[in-house]
């Protein structure tokens, strides 16, 4: 069984609090302002929302209705989600499962975080191995990059170009975390991080608020909310890590067997994707990503790059938000803010940052552990 | 000397260092080992394995920052595919300038400075002595 033999869903609302540097702003006020900013986008009054499910991975215990009550406490359902940096992505498809199978006709799914100290349970298990301390995500995916330079003979100035692309989409986005344009030059001469990453190869993890306003077709009919805004759910796939020949590849490896998944649930073909919003928390994973996925072949996602294939106006529009690079990775909103990009996208009301034309766009996430959703949105 | 993880490896009869890997009875090898159950098949016979320190680089990398505490930046990181089959990551003895994907690398016992302020010997990995890749 999958989302799509349930009956249709659709994102009706979407909203923002800008993605941002850690601040004074309380996370009640971050998630307020997503979600009023959601409910206003699809015309819809907080006491028709029949569920809620709060992604975070970083705030405190119970965040959920300490936000919510103050759009006036109905009684609905809170659940709270937590599934590493796919927390969001994870809140999305449960809110849509429970539309799909007619538990709710309007659901909420908002994601808020802010960057508190957190504990990792991987660090907990009481099995140790011989450098686990020495190698946080950005060494992880370092690693990764100097494969994939010797792989696809690429160089480090190639797989920084993501970097100059995702920055400039970011500069066009107002509730992106960075919103300056970046050269080649200003990227590379940065401060070193790991490996060959620069501090402007890896994403920022702020805080910031997303959400967005789920519906089935009676609930649209029965709220009068406007179906030519709405953006049909077409797919929702979900897995986790498993041993693999090499493991050392495992979201590659996680990204192509969900976004199979996805694309087999929908009937869509890679070539029909119009635009992607991917977990590009460093560089390389869009490559790598983009190739899993099936956007292109295995080894040809630099070429596609720098003939600007993967630009908004190009054939494949990667990350026009500015992705987790330029848009920021706030963790619990990062995947519902890609699915508020994708509707902003199909709906043709992206302004400077829209790729015409879109009529399908997928939302991919991994998070620690691993685990990996793909969304498909079709308009 | 004192091993820092001494139930991580040790040292043979030959004087190479070996890991301690664990073998399921469905013929799963892993590092490192765990009895909590085996991650392909859920059963919980696994044994110990000898896993012999050799084997290919697959990748390299100098962390240039690094925030927790007791590891000081910069030091480079590695990711071996052992000739036994598990895919290990570890500390590189050295810099990585000039390895490519590909060397033959053992593993080794270093004098590090334990937080007691006495010596101890941890694991790293090594191109092997004579071991070159002309790389791409």
């Given at each position: 069984m999958t989302l799509s033999q349930l009956r249709p869903v659709y994102v009706v609302g979407i909203g923002w609090h800008r993605y941002q540097p850690q601040s004074e702003t309380s996370f009640v006020e971050l998630g307020l302002t997503a979600i009023r900013a959601a409910l206003a986008d699809a015309s819809v009054e907080w006491p028709t929302v029949e569920t809620a499910y709060v992604a975070h991975a970083k705030l405190p215990m119970a965040a959920g209705r300490t936000i919510l009550r103050h759009l006036g406490a109905t009684g609905i359902s809170i659940v709270h989600i937590e599934n590493a940096s796919a927390s969001g992505s994870a809140a999305f498809r449960q809110a849509g499962i429970e539309v799909g199978c007619g538990l709710a006709d309007i659901a909420l799914a908002v994601g808020v975080d802010k960057p508190y100290p957190t504990l990792l349970a991987e660090n907990e298990t009481g099995i140790t191995n011989l450098a686990e301390d020495a190698i946080v995500p950005f060494t992880h995916f370092a690693l990764l990059a100097n494969q994939y330079m010797y792989r696809n003979r690429v160089s480090a100035e190639d797989i920084a170009l993501v970097a100059v692309k995702n920055h400039r989409n970011g500069a066009m986005n107002v509730h992106a975390q960075r919103q300056r344009e970046r050269t080649l030059d200003e990227i590379l001469s940065g401060k070193k991080v790991s490996g060959t990453f620069t501090a402007l190869q890896c994403c920022p993890v702020g805080e910031g608020g997303a959400a967005v306003i789920l519906a089935s077709e009676d609930g649209i009919k029965r709220f009068a909310l406007d179906a030519s805004r709405s953006i049909r759910v077409a797919a929702s796939a979900a897995r986790s890590q498993r041993p693999y020949e090499d493991d050392s590849r495992y979201d590659t490896y996680l990204t192509a067997e969900t976004t199979k998944l996805a694309l087999g649930e929908a009937g869509i073909s890679p070539s029909s994707i119009d635009l992607v919003e991917l977990h590009d928390a460093f560089t390389v994973e869009e490559l790598e990503y983009v190739e899993a996925m099936g956007i292109?072949?295995?080894?040809?996602a630099i070429h596609h790059l720098k003939e600007g294939g993967f630009d908004i106006g190009g054939r494949c529009a990667i990350n026009p938000s500015g992705g987790l690079i330029a848009m920021g990775h706030p963790i619990g909103p990062t995947g519902i803010g890609q699915i508020a990009e994708i509707a902003l996208q199909l709906r043709g009301e992206a302004g400077a940052r829209q790729h015409r034309g879109s009529k399908i766009g997928l939302a991919h996430m991994v998070g620690l552990g691993a685990v990996c959703y793909v969304h498909l949105l079709q308009r | 000397m004192k091993m820092l993880k001494p139930g991580l490896y040790a040292l043979a009869d030959d004087g190479s260092v070996f890991l301690k890997g664990s073998r399921c009875s469905c013929g799963h090898t892993f590092f490192p080992p765990q009895r909590y159950g085996c991650e392909r098949c859920g059963r919980t016979d696994a044994v110990p394995a000898t896993l012999r320190g050799r084997g290919k680089l697959a990748a390299s990398a100098v962390v240039h920052i690094h925030s927790r505490p007791g590891r000081k930046a910069p030091f480079a990181i590695c990711t071996v595919k052992l000739e036994d089959g598990p895919v290990v990551r570890a500390l590189l003895a050295g810099s990585p300038d000039g390895l490519c994907p590909g060397t033959t690398m053992t593993a080794i016992l270093t004098s590090i400075s334990l937080e007691d302020g006495n010596k101890g010997l941890d694991l790293r990995f090594a191109a092997e002595m004579g071991a070159s890749v002309r790389c791409p």
């Open positions: 292109c072949r295995e080894g040809e | -």
